[in-house]
């Protein structure tokens, strides 16, 4: 399960009575609204309030976006991710971030390490971000599809 935008409102924090792969992608304020903080708190904590709304919701994955995308649970390591620039941030790229992280999940070899997963999926759109910024000035949501669709894994 990815949830993912206005989604977000209707999961229920507690544990999960299922071994699903369970992963929720806000940005901050997202998470500033499902742990009852201001969106400067979660920014002024940015590891601490990934862990909190992991714990909320039962331990999920929680991938942090923003500058410098955070992957990670409410206990064990959290990554930051090294890829990605500000035109991330135009609508529809969280989208198709989550998009691509339920294409990825969906594989039965990519379940076998979830959180590995998410890290090389968040690298990858943010990576596509990056090459399509080396190359031009100004960029789409569409186009950056198209770019993750071709890159090499």
């Keep these: 399960m990815i949830v993912d935008a206005s989604a977000l409102s209707w999961i229920a924090s507690g544990t999960s009575s299922t071994n699903a792969i369970r992963v929720i992608t806000p940005h901050p304020g997202e998470a500033a609204r499902l742990i009852g903080k201001t969106t400067a708190e979660v920014q002024a904590d940015r590891v601490s309030s990934l862990r909190i709304t992991s714990e909320r919701f039962g331990n999920c994955l929680v991938v942090l976006k923003g500058h410098q995308t955070l992957v990670g ?3 064990g390591p959290v990554y930051i991710n090294s890829t990605g620039n500000p035109l991330l941030g135009q609508g529809g790229s969280g989208d198709l971030l989550a998009g691509y992280l339920v294409g990825m999940l969906a594989q039965p070899a990519l379940q076998v390490d979830p959180l590995l997963t998410a890290r090389f999926s968040v690298w990858q ?8 910024s080396a190359s ?11 770019e993750l669709g071709r890159m090499k894994s």
């Excluded at 759109?125 to 090459?131: F, K, L, V």
């Excluded at 000035?137 to 599809?145: H, I, K, M, P, R």
Aim: cysteine-free.
């Design 73 to 75: 649970r409410g206990k």
């Design 125 to 132: 759109h943010g990576a596509s971000a990056d090459a399509l």
């Design 136 to 146: 031009r000035s100004n960029w789409t949501v569409e186009d950056l599809a198209q």
